[in-house]
């Protein structure tokens, strides 16, 4: 079946240095890629999403890069700070209310 | 801020008894939602509600029931516990035309034993 993945479980950032997260997905019909961020203990947030018709969306210190040809996604955290420790979900979309989450990339920052 | 609420953050229940999971949200939205998520296999949805008495099934509703009979509210109900359905469970809530845009709730732990 389609599926959306990660490509790293873990990653380990210095705090202040950028980080990009990455993920590949299958199924080309998706209308909408999102990311989400899970801090310990708490439920998912949703951070940024990306149409399938755009390639670049920009947010406060993050940027989702989405590139097509090759079914993949990226996030991109500028100046990671402590605070941006947590469990980040990709997940994408068909428009029809069922969001498909790939497994997570740990994203752990160090002082 | 939108808070979304579960009934409980954690439960531990025998094999076969009749589990109740309970969710609020106080934003007015249209759109809840229930998942598990259990290590490795990320968020799974398991049943999804756009209106009140209206369900659909997501990706895995086997062994589960809803319902919404109020726009805030949306249980999870577990007829008969087995020890697989040990899981992390995530209420969620969206408006309708922003569905992928969720809000979550805090968790629910379940246990079966």
Redesign the interface.
């Known amino acids: 079946g389609e599926s959306?993945g990660l490509h790293l479980p873990t990653l380990s950032v210095q705090e202040g240095d950028n980080s990009i997260i990455n993920c590949a997905y299958s199924n080309s019909a998706s209308d909408?890629f999102?990311w989400y961020k899970q801090e310990s203990?708490?439920?998912?947030?949703?951070i940024i999403?990306i149409r399938s018709n755009m390639d670049k969306r920009q947010g406060q210190r993050v940027t989702v890069l989405l590139n097509k040809t090759v079914k993949h996604l990226s996030l991109q955290i500028a100046a990671t700070q402590p605070g941006d420790s947590a469990v980040y979900?990709c997940?994408e979309?068909t428009n029809d209310?069922?969001?498909s989450?790939?497994?997570?990339t740990t994203v752990t920052v160090r002082a | 801020d939108v808070k979304?609420t579960q009934s409980s953050r954690y439960l531990v229940k025998r094999t076969g008894e009749k589990v109740f999971l309970e969710c609020v949200q106080d934003m007015d939205h249209e759109?809840m939602f229930w998942y598990r998520q259990d290590p490795?296999?990320?968020?799974?949805?398991i049943y999804?509600s756009?209106d009140v008495k209206m369900k659909?099934k997501?990706?895995i509703p086997e062994g589960y029931s809803v319902s919404r009979e109020k726009k805030e509210r949306f249980s999870l109900i577990l007829e008969s516990a087995s020890t697989n359905q040990t899981s992390m469970y995530?209420c969620?809530s969206s408006f309708a035309s922003f569905?992928?845009?969720?809000?979550?709730?805090?968790?629910t732990r379940l246990t079966v034993t």
Do not use: C, M, S, W
């Open positions: 959306v909408y999102i203990g708490k439920g998912p947030q949703f999403d979900f997940a979309t209310y069922k969001l989450f790939g497994a997570g | 979304v759109n490795g296999l990320g968020l799974r949805l999804f756009y659909e997501g990706d995530l969620a569905f992928y845009e969720q809000y979550f709730g805090p968790g």
